[in-house]
T-cell receptor, first 108, second 115 residues
Framework: GQSLEQPSEVTAVEGAIVQINCTYQ??????LSWYQQHDGGAPTFLSY????GLEETGRFSSFLSRSDSYGYLLLQELQMKDSASYFC?????????FGTGTRLLVSP | ETGVTQTPRHLVMGMTNKKSLKCEQH?????MYWYKQSAKKPLELMFV???????ENNSVPSRFSPECPNSSHLFLHLHTLQPEDSALYLC??????????????FGPGTRLTVT
């Protein structure tokens, strides 16, 4: 089977840096994706890691270690609008398997 | 219209009703998906259609019946639902690549309430 674990909730203040971890157990692994979902909204794609290392896209970075079955999403210079749920997802050929999501609360 | 659209956005139905959810993607993708999202649970993959053929059915009860008439449209037909089926139903599409699924585009979802 496939399973992913991530913290249920993380809190931080504006301007801070926060890291959301994701560990996974899976077969047929192609890569690890991250999605953001605001309350009442649809999930939107943030990043994808197929190889080990860090991928940076603006304020957001994502890291993958295939040997450790572990990845994280790093959010820098937090803004209030970053308050949302963040999902990691394992990518296989024809589907994504999502984690339970981490709710990020950013306070002033 | 752009991206992935879903109708209706909200639906309230009784347990004996029959209704259908509609999804349309305007991205030229070749794969479409139905997900169920309940509170405190991960996104649950229900069905996958690749090139208009169903390639995955994740042990979904038969009261949910998908239909994919072409690569741009996806339906979810609902009948004799249970209250526990109340959830947000999300449609997504993607372009399948040999290197694995890279990115999915989600519609806004249909908030379903079964009374």
């Amino acid at each position: 089977g496939q399973s992913l674990e991530q913290p249920s909730e993380v809190t931080a203040v504006e301007g801070a840096i926060v890291q959301i971890n994701c560990t996974y157990q899976t077969s047929g692994f192609y890569g690890l994706s991250w999605y953001q979902q605001h309350d009442g909204g649809a999930p939107t794609f943030l990043s994808y890691n197929a190889l080990d290392g860090l991928e940076e896209t603006g304020r957001f970075s994502s890291f993958l270690s295939r040997s450790d079955s572990y990845g994280y999403l790093l959010l820098q210079e937090l803004q209030m609008k970053d308050s949302a749920s963040y999902f990691c997802a394992v990518s296989s050929f024809q589907k994504l398997v999502f984690g339970t999501g981490t709710r990020l609360l950013v306070s002033p | 219209e752009t991206g992935v659209t879903q109708t209706p956005r909200h639906l309230v139905m009784g347990m004996t009703n029959k209704k259908s959810l509609k999804c349309e993607q305007h991205l030229g993708h070749n794969a479409m998906y139905w997900y169920k999202q309940s509170a405190k649970k991960p996104l649950e993959l229900m069905f996958v259609y690749s090139l208009e053929e169903r390639v995955e059915n994740n042990s979904v009860p038969s009261r949910f019946s998908p239909e994919c008439p072409n690569s741009s449209h996806l339906f979810l037909h609902l009948h004799t639902l249970q209250p526990e089926d109340s959830a947000l139903y999300l449609c997504a599409s993607s372009q399948e690549l040999a290197g694995g699924l890279y990115e999915q585009y989600f519609g806004p979802g249909t908030r379903l309430t079964v009374t």
